[in-house]
């Protein structure tokens, strides 16, 4: 998953917060040098990634893809997932999705001076294009994808995601709708605490899915 859904995971605990925020830019023994409560963080960032790429209707949506993105593929579906949670994040959170954004940037800014270099750089241009709310709005993803593609060290092809994603709109939509409740539970099957801002955690019925 990307940086919503994964911050959405979290709970309330702003240290568990930076820890699965930061996961991904903490390599080997650097995991050492944080507080204990921060690698709980970091830690449950890892069991979610591992209960992520294990199940099969993110495997499904991956293979999608698999042929025009090979080993980014399941980045791409990581996106697109989070363009999904931010389009739809009423149905699953009591909060405004601006209101909870502007919390978790006010947390990961209060403490700037714990997170590793590579966060550090990444987090003012995170603010300033307000990349967590835009995930809803697909010329804004278009934008961050072209970002990634220019990041990569091999060709990826993901300036052309978004073109993908509007050709199997549907499918990837309902592919969400049946994954991500069950990661919620999972992530509170845990001890992680939700309910601070879950409303609902279930599949949609109205979706097609073919």
């Known amino acids: 998953m990307n940086f919503l859904a994964h911050l959405y995971l979290s709970g309330q605990d702003p240290d568990m917060i930076v820890g699965n925020f930061i996961a991904d830019m903490v390599k080997g023994q650097q995991i050492n040098g944080f507080d204990p409560a921060v ?5 449950l960032h890892r069991q979610i990634d591992g209960f992520t790429d294990a199940h099969p ?3 499904q949506s991956k293979e999608r893809l698999r042929k025009n993105y090979r080993l980014y593929a ?7 997932y989070d363009h999904f949670l931010a389009k739809n994040w009423e149905r ?3 909060l405004r999705l601006g209101d ?3 919390s978790a940037y006010a947390i990961l800014e209060d403490r700037r001076a714990i997170l590793p270099g590579r966060a550090r750089f990444v987090l003012p241009y995170m603010i300033s294009h307000n990349w967590l709310v835009n995930y809803a709005d697909l010329d804004s993803l278009k934008k961050n994808f072209g970002g990634m593609a220019r990041r990569t060290p091999y060709e990826s092809g993901m300036e052309h995601a978004v ?6 709109y549907a499918k990837f939509e309902a592919e969400f709708f049946l994954f991500f409740p069950e990661l919620v539970g999972y992530v509170k099957a845990l001890g992680v605490h939700l309910e601070h801002h879950q409303r609902i955690a279930k599949s949609s019925p109205d979706l097609p899915y073919t």
């Open 92 to 94: 699953f959170s009591a």
């Open 39 to 43: 690698v709980q963080g970091i830690q």
């Open 57 to 59: 209707v993110f495997l």
């Open 100 to 102: 909870f954004v502007d």
């Open 163 to 168: 073109d993908d994603l509007r050709k199997h």
């Open 74 to 80: 399941g980045v791409v579906v990581d996106m697109y």
